[in-house]
């Protein structure tokens, strides 16, 4: 019998500095518990493989978000430099950009 693979379903959570820590545990724990499932060789390489996939989407995402952030930042140089611009107008664009990115959360990139 051939053991299924795990589901491909995520929880939506927080991208942050974080993420490298957080991978590296999942990775650890992935470790363990194929190590003491039982399964046989092909069972566990198969497990880990679809979770490795998981994890790369993971990192995928982070560096999409990453780059989007970069990118909105970059836009926001001009204001801020032609003077023109008032602590309001700056708050309303850095909101915009969180609630771009919390709306993104939820969703597949």
Known sequence: MRPQAPSKRRTSRALGLGDKAYMDGKFEALLAAIDSSGESMEGKIDSLSVELGLICEDSWKLSARVHSLESTLQSLIPTVQSGEHSITTLE??????AVSLDDKEGHEL
């Open 92 to 97: 309303a664009q850095t909101r915009g950009l």
